[in-house]
């Protein structure tokens, strides 16, 4: 199954919303997060949180200078879901709506696991 799993504020004003991610433009946006999802795994739910991704100069791997080094929990924790089963659409199954209020907490970052590159012809 795939699933687009988007996670946004409860509304455009909600409170903490000078803390929101901003788009590359230097927009405000409503939406904080989104995933691909094609497992099993069970939907977000009530009280859940988005992880949010960070990347440390420090832990910089040379051979993937631009990608997240750590993760935490967002400050953003999701109020209420919403499914939405696609008729017509083959890129997705459902797209899956998860609503989210501010509730900051303080970050506990884990550093992210290195990623191995496959050499050729080597498994």
């Not at 230097?26 to 094609?38: F, N």
């Not at 990347?55 to 919403?82: I, K, L, M, Q």
Request: hydrophobic fraction near 35%; include cysteine.
């Amino acid at each position: 199954m795939n699933r687009w799993i988007v996670f946004k504020t409860e509304s455009a004003s909600s409170k903490g919303w000078k803390e929101r991610k901003l788009q590359p433009a230097g927009h405000l946006t409503r939406m904080l997060a989104e995933y691909l999802d094609c497992s099993d795994k069970a939907l977000p739910e009530p009280g859940d949180r988005p992880r949010e991704f960070a990347r440390f100069e420090e832990s910089v791997d040379p051979n993937f200078p631009d990608a997240s080094t750590h993760v935490c929990w967002s400050n953003w924790e999701v109020s209420r879901v919403e499914r939405f089963k696609s008729v017509e659409s083959v890129e997705y199954d459902e797209i899956v709506v998860c609503y989210c209020r501010y509730s900051p907490i303080e970050p506990e970052w884990k550093e992210l696991p290195k990623v191995g590159v496959l050499q050729e012809g080597k498994l």
